[in-house]
């Protein structure tokens, strides 16, 4: 499914239900996306090459996402945007927790979700 | 029982007798032979004669003695046999007090005329009806005279003085009873000094006249006047002792009773009256000696009884405050009282036990202590300032109401949580004097606060994710075009639904939770009102069949505030009117702006709320329409959240709805740059 040339996102979630429907969402859209089930995978991911956009779930197994953010920054600083996914009401809080550059709450209206994807991945010049 | 008593009663009677009658035998048997040896009678038959016409003369004052005075002292014996029972209106008391105080002087001078007229009428037999019988001297009738005079003036005093002894212990007594039954004694007597003066004349005059009848007869021999010479000599000592005792000894007896009251230092019933021997000065005296007895005897049991009385006070003033001390000690809550000045009055075991010491004695010893040691806080962790603390803060006039307080608890090392109530105490001035204190512990209900809230976000939060999953797919499957039946379309469309009111109900939950803990945090975005109620319209509108949302009125207001939580305000209002507008219609919104605030309105002629529902409809979990036609479901938390969301921007939020007639929900906000 890895398109040469298209924009690609990494998926850091550890629900497989979920991260399935965005794959197919991220799909749908043209992304390349790459899957991580928790911030040790996603990292590991990382070494071989930044991402587009990192979509990261917050609460998840081995290495959660305040860790994984933590991590992140201090090896790649601001690579690549982060974008929290996450429950609600919580998001908006977790995004500022980690210095992140957005927020996509859970549950998500599809069209919502796809018109955020886009601001992120092709920011008008 | 009365003739039981009669022998020793009448003992009385014949003491009296026995000894006036010894007394006067001394004399009786004397003074004839200075009388026959005066006037110069030698001759045997001369002295027979004498002595014949003597006898009757002592015979009549033997019957005056054993007959007239027994019956004068009749009322006194009455008195003792009829007992203590025997007068119940005091009329014998009476009587024989009568008779004890007058009997003295009457029957002294009853005694001392049977004297003077024995030798009168003597001295005149002789002379005038038996002349020749015997050949009286010349002077003999004067002397004679003077002798009687002599015999009458010693009799008087002695009689009366000794009567008066003799009678006195009786007339003591019955005055005691008297006095303890309060009953006035009739009889006065001579004064003190009425008497001194008769006695004076009597004891001048008796032995003058006796010694100058010796003089007036010529050639009396000498040893007829050391005869009368000793006569004298016995008279005086004993009429002087009767008189000593009969004066001296009532003065003696209210002497002792005074020296008494002087020792006892006190005055009580244990403290005897004076008996009122006579009721002269003296009587008079004693009475007032008793009377003073009795007033202070009285202001003694007066000022006794105050004391019990302030004793029982003391011991109901103790037992109350032991009953208030028990009261206070077995609360759960923490009672504290202060005095004006923040010194601690009074900590029950509770709040003792709730700063973490043992004992009341141990609080205040630390109380200046306390903020440092406990360091209160308020529950969002600021230290509260001292003069913010409720006593403080109560001390300086205000009522503070459920503040809550944490603090340090040293025993448990842990914190504490209290809610405490504190109110200034004021005197009838309205000066405060003090301050009561009364905390309750909150500690485990925060704690069950805390992990209740700790449920509801961990369970909300894991609602999502499979909200999520339904939601999504559903929105998948409907967006694929081919292949799906218009029922299977309905039915992903339900599910879709479905997903997203279980969302709204966790979204609720959670936003219930966040308020109870006061936890809200609003953004600050420019809203314009009209706009919003607009974009509310406009996405749900498409849905609507029979209902229609018209905006009557759309002023341009902006307000600064959470963009999200105003629109959850208007959908919800807009929602709740569709909901309840079941026979469709049209429902109206208003938005103005006037006197820097802004003023929303939202219209339906539905259902209504009943009258009697309408106070709790602000109620979190409060459902007016639950059970009936109009229960379309929900957790009774809508009107609650907007309430509060409008009220924590500053706004106001209410209603007003008819039954049937349908409701209006408003809300006003401040507008952007308006004052306060």
């Known amino acids: 499914m890895v398109m040469k040339g298209a924009k690609t996102v990494l998926l850091v979630e550890d629900d497989e239900d979920i991260a399935s429907l965005v794959v197919l969402l991220l799909d749908e859209l043209g992304y390349n996306v790459e899957r991580a089930a928790n911030g040790r995978e996603a990292l590991a991911t990382l070494e071989r090459g930044l991402p587009h956009l990192i979509l990261l779930d917050m609460k998840m197994p081995v290495m959660n996402g305040w860790a994984f953010a933590a991590e992140f920054r201090a090896r790649h600083q601001r690579g690549a945007p982060v974008v929290v996914f996450s429950a609600a009401d919580d998001a908006a809080k977790r995004a500022e927790e980690i210095d992140a550059d957005g927020w996509i709450g859970k549950p998500f209206e599809f069209e919502d979700f796809r018109s955020l994807i886009r601001r992120w991945l092709e920011p008008r010049e | 029982m009365v003739d039981e008593k009669s022998p020793s009663r009448s003992t009385f009677t014949i003491r009296i007798v026995a000894i006036a009658f ?381 503040q809550e307080v944490t603090y340090y608890h040293p025993r448990s090392d842990r914190d504490r949580r209290i809610r405490a109530s504190a109110a200034p105490i004021r005197d009838e001035a309205g000066a405060i004097v003090g301050v009561v204190q009364v905390a309750h512990d909150v500690t485990e209900l925060a704690a069950l606060d805390r992990l209740k809230d700790q449920f509801i976000r961990v369970a909300a939060h894991e609602l999502k994710t499979p909200v999520t999953i339904v939601k999504g797919y559903a929105q998948l499957l409907l967006g694929t075009t081919v292949g799906l039946s218009s029922s299977q379309r309905t039915t992903l469309e339900a599910i879709g639904r479905g997903a997203d009111r279980l969302d709204a109900l966790v979204r609720d939950l959670l936003d219930v939770s966040q308020l109870y803990l006061g936890r809200w945090k609003l953004g600050a975005d420019e809203i314009d009102l009209a706009a919003l109620a607009a974009a509310a319209v406009e996405r749900l509108s498409p849905s609507l069949r029979r209902h229609r949302i018209r905006i009557v009125r759309a002023d341009r207001a902006i307000v600064v505030g959470d963009r999200r939580r105003l629109e959850q305000v208007q959908t919800h209002l807009l929602e709740n009117a569709l909901k309840f507008s079941p026979d469709g219609g049209e429902v109206e919104i208003e938005v103005a702006a006037r006197d820097g605030e802004v003023f929303v309105s939202v219209v339906d002629g539905g259902v209504g709320i009943a009258r009697d529902k309408q106070p709790r409809i602000f109620e979190p979990f409060y459902r007016a329409h639950t059970d009936t036609a109009h229960d379309h479901g929900g957790m009774g938390v809508g009107l609650y959240i907007c309430k509060e969301i409008i009220e924590h921007h500053g706004g106001t939020f209410w209603f007003t709805s008819e039954e049937g007639q349908g409701s209006v929900f408003s809300y006003s906000l401040p507008l952007k740059g308006a004052a306060g």
């Open chain 2, 22 to 402: 010894a007394v006067d035998l001394l004399f009786t048997l004397l003074v004839p032979v200075v009388y026959v040896r005066m006037l110069g009678i030698a001759g045997p038959t001369d002295v027979q004669l004498v002595v014949a016409l003597l006898l009757p003369l002592d015979l009549a004052k033997v019957i005056l003695l054993v007959v007239v005075l027994p019956w004068m002292l009749r009322p006194i014996e009455r008195w003792h046999r009829a007992g203590p029972g025997g007068d119940p209106d005091g009329a014998l008391l009476r009587r024989a007090g009568q008779t004890v105080y007058r009997t003295p002087l009457a029957f002294g001078a009853v005694f001392a005329s049977a004297w003077g007229l024995s030798y009168l009428v003597l001295t005149v037999l002789l002379r005038y009806p038996i002349p020749d019988l015997i050949p009286l001297a010349p002077r003999g009738m004067p002397a004679g005279a003077l002798f009687a005079m002599a015999c009458f003036t010693a009799a008087l005093p002695l009689g009366y003085a000794m009567f008066a002894w003799l009678l006195a212990p009786t007339a003591g007594e019955l005055s005691l009873v008297a006095r303890a039954r309060a009953i006035a004694l009739p009889g006065r007597e001579p004064s003190l000094r009425a008497r001194l003066v008769l006695f004076g004349i009597c004891l001048t005059l008796a032995p003058a006249s006796w010694m100058a009848s010796m003089a007036y007869m010529a050639e009396v021999p000498t040893t007829t006047i050391l005869l009368s010479g000793l006569v004298v000599l016995i008279w005086g000592p004993i009429c002087a002792a009767f008189i000593a005792a009969a004066v001296g000894g009532p003065v003696a007896r209210i002497a002792a009773a005074v020296r008494d009251i002087g020792a006892h230092g006190r005055i009580d019933r244990s403290v005897a009256r004076v008996p009122i021997f006579q009721q002269d000065d003296i009587g008079r005296l004693a009475s007032g000696v008793n009377d003073m007895l009795d007033r202070l005897d009285e202001s003694t049991q007066r000022v006794q009884g105050h004391l019990v009385e302030q004793e029982r006070l003391a011991e109901v003033a103790r037992r109350r405050a032991g009953e208030l001390h028990a009261v206070l000690d077995h609360m759960v809550e923490g009672v504290m009282v202060c005095d004006a000045a923040g010194q601690l009055l009074l900590i029950n075991r509770s709040g003792a036990e709730g700063l973490g010491l043992s004992s009341t004695d141990a609080v205040r010893h630390m109380w200046l202590d306390l903020p440092k040691l406990l360091r209160f806080r308020a529950p969002d962790g600021q230290v509260i300032p001292e003069s913010r603390l409720p006593l403080p803060r109560a001390l300086a006039g205000e009522t503070v109401v459920g």
